[in-house]
């Protein structure tokens, strides 16, 4: 994992076309902006994580379901 510090204003770039702007540092909350092209999907961190479980969780609950209707055959 590539560290940066940056201060307000500053930017990172990644790429030709995803530029990532510091907005505003507040006590322990940092906002940042995000320019990229829509093509990139931008979600949070947690959002994917919860997503992630949920899918995890949906699949093994399949997975029980096809067992038992799989020993009743």
Do not use: C, H, Y
């Amino acid at each position: 994992m590539l560290v940066l510090s940056r201060k307000p204003n500053e930017s990172i770039q990644i790429g030709d076309n995803i530029e990532i702007r510091i907005i505003e540092v507040k006590g322990d909350t940092v906002r940042i902006g995000i320019e990229a092209p829509k093509s990139v999907d931008i979600l949070r961190g947690e959002l994917v994580q919860s997503i992630s479980e949920s899918n995890t969780e949906a699949i093994s609950i399949d997975l029980n379901v096809f067992e038992q209707l799989k020993n009743k055959n």
